[in-house]
């Protein structure tokens, strides 16, 4: 393996990542980094635009050799809102190949060890926003909900609300990124950059009785004589409030 | 008396309830499904998760137990909640994503089988008048009847009764309406029957802290005899809080949540870490160190077996380690079989150094000279890493 000092330019797809990816590993390349095009060049290193065609079999490839629990991990770090996120999954292939699901104990190794702390953090993420997304009910009964998280964990949070809210019309909306998420009771579909409006005239005539209710259930289900603002911050962080109905007011 | 009251005074008569826990369950079905990890959906000011809806289908009771709110002779607020708004208020958390289920008790009205009767009624009408499948833990009603209890279990994820008190002198002195017996009647049931159609989701029980004179070896002897005769999921413990002025009860201005804090502690070396009861109390020493994490206090009792080589000792003595999870020693007995470790690899690995570094060894080596292992000099270090936390604490209090 060779250290170049060049920064390889992808598209930002994941497919083209990785495709990049696959090129410089054959080569037998470490970059200096691997960022999406309109990256800004330094001193230190110039920026190099291969011809990649974009690799479909690259995919399925990935997991019939390396497993589908390597290729999720991937998949979460390309998630992620880590500035060295391609390197990360760069590092995390190059040493799969030769530990297979042993890079997933490979903690000595700093970049592993990096990737392996991504791969967690989006995860938790995932799992705290099935628990802090918000709904409120649509005049049409569309069940809709915004949300900023950190990383970009949209597509993994809509499958587990394709087993429990099955029998509802819903739509997700992130705000951070401007991706839709629609479930029309059969798929999933995503839109980016849509100039959609969510109307107070358009939600449903329970919704202030129930957040009322909901309200009230929050604020008595606390005991006094155990207040304890800095445990509720580490697990329920600030930066989530906004869109938690029952604290957004605090 | 508007829906908003009465969820108001059926909250607050519930919040005592410790458990909150959503997982274990695999239930799938046409309205919701539950989640095997469990989900916090939101946390309440005192930093307690929010999982379920936990209310009480009534606070009217016929017993009169000392430390509870809702003792026959205390003068509050009683109401009672009928089926259809239970369910109403579930269903409409649940689409919002505001819970992952319902939390149901109650106090006793009539009689035991009376009140089993209602519970039954409103959770037979959620599952199948309105299908829904997400979690639900019942409280089974002590002294009901045994096609009773069946037939609740057969409907929830978890059912649970609760010991309340560790001893039976505890017990007669403030619940006189209760018995050991027909709590562990319930568990012995619900232990039998255990199947993926019926409470699912195992069973759990709460014990109340410092409300009569227990120690720390009582309560933790019951947990680990309940643990293993009734293989209990959970059983948590709740500081008592002074709701009743009693000559009875003790006249506690804060509740003891350290103790409180300690004792989970210890169950869960019981749980995950292969320890024994007599492992970390004892007779002569029956009560937790407030200042010390009960495994620091084992090291320290047990100088002689450590420290311990990282790159050899089994997982069991990994996991006796101050400072050491059962992630970390999981992640270190994989590890170590590619790579020898050493210290600069170990916070990597998910270890408390500062508290592990002085109980082991890496390749051979202590972390400083060896002269330094001695009881008084790392118990001084490991009170003042402790009370470090606790000095941040308070100046943290202090600003506001």
Redesign the interface.
């Given at each position: 393996m060779k250290k170049v000092n060049n920064v390889y330019l992808y598209d930002g797809s994941f497919l083209n990542l990785l495709s990049l990816i696959k090129v410089l590993l054959k080569e037998n390349i470490i970059p200096q980094n691997i960022k999406i095009q309109g990256y800004e060049e330094n001193l230190f290193s110039s920026n190099i635009n291969l011809e990649i065609e974009d690799d479909e079999k690259i995919i399925p490839n990935i997991i019939h050799n390396l497993g589908s629990r390597i290729f999720n991990g991937i998949y979460y770090i390309y998630l992620s809102n880590n500035d060295d996120k391609e390197l990360l999954i760069y590092y995390f292939l190059l040493y799969s190949i030769k530990y297979k699901d042993k890079v997933f104990v490979l903690r000595k190794i700093e970049e592993v060890n990096k990737g392996l702390k991504v791969i967690k953090y989006v995860g938790n993420e995932n799992h705290k926003m099935k628990g802090f997304l918000r709904f409120k009910e649509l005049k049409n009964n569309v069940l809709y909900a915004e949300f900023a998280p950190t990383n970009n964990v949209l597509p993994l949070l809509v499958n587990h609300f394709k087993k429990r809210l099955k029998n509802e019309r819903w739509l997700i909306y992130d705000q951070k990124r401007n991706i839709w998420a629609y479930y029309d009771l059969k798929e999933v579909y995503f839109w980016d950059g849509l100039d959609i409006n969510i109307k107070i005239d358009n939600i449903s005539d329970d919704e202030e009785k129930m957040v009322h209710l909901w309200q009230t259930f929050y604020d008595t289900i606390g005991i006094k004589e155990r207040k304890n603002d800095r445990c509720r911050q580490n697990f329920m962080p600030k930066k989530y409030w906004k869109y938690i109905t029952e604290v957004e007011n605090i | 008396m508007t829906?908003?009251e009465k969820?108001?005074i059926l909250?607050?008569s519930?919040?005592?309830d410790a458990s909150c826990s959503s997982s274990g369950s695999k239930r799938?079905g046409?309205?919701?499904?539950a989640?095997v990890?469990g989900?916090?959906?939101?946390?309440?000011?005192?930093?307690?998760?929010?999982?379920l809806?936990?209310i009480l289908l009534t606070n009217i009771c016929i017993f009169d137990c000392k430390y509870c709110l809702n003792r026959k002779s205390n003068n509050i607020k009683r109401a009672i909640f009928t089926p259809e708004e239970i369910c109403e208020?579930t269903l409409?958390?649940y689409?919002?994503?505001?819970i992952?289920g319902l939390f149901l008790s109650s106090g006793i009205v009539k009689s035991a089988d009376y009140t089993m009767n209602l519970l039954i009624e409103t959770i037979y009408s959620l599952r199948n008048k309105y299908h829904f499948s997400g979690y639900i833990h019942a409280k089974a009603i002590p002294g009901a009847s045994p096609y009773l209890v069946k037939k609740l279990g057969s409907l929830v994820d978890r059912m649970s009764a609760n010991v309340e008190l560790a001893t039976e002198n505890g017990l007669k002195l403030l619940a006189p309406n209760k018995n050991s017996q027909s709590v562990q009647k319930i568990m012995a049931y619900v232990k039998e029957n255990k199947t993926k159609n019926f409470v699912p989701a195992g069973q759990s029980t709460q014990m109340i802290i410092g409300a009569s004179k227990e120690s720390d070896l009582d309560i933790l002897t019951k947990s680990s005899y309940l643990y293993d005769n009734y293989q209990l999921k959970r059983v948590f413990y709740s500081?008592y809080?002074a709701v009743n002025q009693d000559k009875l009860l003790p006249n506690l201005k804060?509740?003891p949540?350290v103790r409180e804090n300690r004792l989970y502690q210890a169950d869960w070396l019981l749980r995950f870490y292969n320890f024994k009861v007599a492992d970390i109390l004892s007779w002569q020493k029956p009560n937790f160190n407030l200042l010390l994490d009960p495994k620091c206090e084992y090291a320290l009792n047990h100088l002689e077996l450590f420290p311990k080589e990282i790159n050899t000792c089994s997982y069991n003595d990994l996991l006796k380690i101050p400072g050491i999870g059962v992630t970390s020693a999981k992640?270190i007995y994989?590890?170590r079989k590619?790579?020898a470790?050493s210290f600069k690899?170990l916070p990597?690995?998910g270890v408390v150094l500062k508290r592990a570094q002085y109980f082991i060894t890496c390749q051979g080596k202590y972390f400083q000279d060896r002269s330094f292992y001695r009881r008084d000099y790392l118990e001084h270090n490991l009170v003042l890493l402790e009370n470090a936390k606790e000095t941040r604490?308070v100046e943290?209090l202090s600003l506001f």
């Amino acid at each position: 393996m060779k250290k170049v000092n060049n920064v390889y330019l992808y598209d930002g797809s994941f497919l083209n990542l990785l495709s990049l990816i696959k090129v410089l590993l054959k080569e037998n390349i470490i970059p200096q980094n691997i960022k999406i095009q309109g990256y800004e060049e330094n001193l230190f290193s110039s920026n190099i635009n291969l011809e990649i065609e974009d690799d479909e079999k690259i995919i399925p490839n990935i997991i019939h050799n390396l497993g589908s629990r390597i290729f999720n991990g991937i998949y979460y770090i390309y998630l992620s809102n880590n500035d060295d996120k391609e390197l990360l999954i760069y590092y995390f292939l190059l040493y799969s190949i030769k530990y297979k699901d042993k890079v997933f104990v490979l903690r000595k190794i700093e970049e592993v060890n990096k990737g392996l702390k991504v791969i967690k953090y989006v995860g938790n993420e995932n799992h705290k926003m099935k628990g802090f997304l918000r709904f409120k009910e649509l005049k049409n009964n569309v069940l809709y909900a915004e949300f900023a998280p950190t990383n970009n964990v949209l597509p993994l949070l809509v499958n587990h609300f394709k087993k429990r809210l099955k029998n509802e019309r819903w739509l997700i909306y992130d705000q951070k990124r401007n991706i839709w998420a629609y479930y029309d009771l059969k798929e999933v579909y995503f839109w980016d950059g849509l100039d959609i409006n969510i109307k107070i005239d358009n939600i449903s005539d329970d919704e202030e009785k129930m957040v009322h209710l909901w309200q009230t259930f929050y604020d008595t289900i606390g005991i006094k004589e155990r207040k304890n603002d800095r445990c509720r911050q580490n697990f329920m962080p600030k930066k989530y409030w906004k869109y938690i109905t029952e604290v957004e007011n605090i | 008396m508007t829906l908003e009251e009465k969820l108001q005074i059926l909250a607050d008569s519930a919040k005592y309830d410790a458990s909150c826990s959503s997982s274990g369950s695999k239930r799938t079905g046409q309205m919701g499904c539950a989640a095997v990890s469990g989900i916090c959906h939101s946390f309440a000011s005192d930093g307690r998760c929010i999982s379920l809806l936990k209310i009480l289908l009534t606070n009217i009771c016929i017993f009169d137990c000392k430390y509870c709110l809702n003792r026959k002779s205390n003068n509050i607020k009683r109401a009672i909640f009928t089926p259809e708004e239970i369910c109403e208020i579930t269903l409409n958390f649940y689409r919002r994503n505001y819970i992952e289920g319902l939390f149901l008790s109650s106090g006793i009205v009539k009689s035991a089988d009376y009140t089993m009767n209602l519970l039954i009624e409103t959770i037979y009408s959620l599952r199948n008048k309105y299908h829904f499948s997400g979690y639900i833990h019942a409280k089974a009603i002590p002294g009901a009847s045994p096609y009773l209890v069946k037939k609740l279990g057969s409907l929830v994820d978890r059912m649970s009764a609760n010991v309340e008190l560790a001893t039976e002198n505890g017990l007669k002195l403030l619940a006189p309406n209760k018995n050991s017996q027909s709590v562990q009647k319930i568990m012995a049931y619900v232990k039998e029957n255990k199947t993926k159609n019926f409470v699912p989701a195992g069973q759990s029980t709460q014990m109340i802290i410092g409300a009569s004179k227990e120690s720390d070896l009582d309560i933790l002897t019951k947990s680990s005899y309940l643990y293993d005769n009734y293989q209990l999921k959970r059983v948590f413990y709740s500081a008592y809080i002074a709701v009743n002025q009693d000559k009875l009860l003790p006249n506690l201005k804060i509740p003891p949540l350290v103790r409180e804090n300690r004792l989970y502690q210890a169950d869960w070396l019981l749980r995950f870490y292969n320890f024994k009861v007599a492992d970390i109390l004892s007779w002569q020493k029956p009560n937790f160190n407030l200042l010390l994490d009960p495994k620091c206090e084992y090291a320290l009792n047990h100088l002689e077996l450590f420290p311990k080589e990282i790159n050899t000792c089994s997982y069991n003595d990994l996991l006796k380690i101050p400072g050491i999870g059962v992630t970390s020693a999981k992640r270190i007995y994989a590890s170590r079989k590619m790579f020898a470790l050493s210290f600069k690899d170990l916070p990597k690995m998910g270890v408390v150094l500062k508290r592990a570094q002085y109980f082991i060894t890496c390749q051979g080596k202590y972390f400083q000279d060896r002269s330094f292992y001695r009881r008084d000099y790392l118990e001084h270090n490991l009170v003042l890493l402790e009370n470090a936390k606790e000095t941040r604490k308070v100046e943290q209090l202090s600003l506001f």
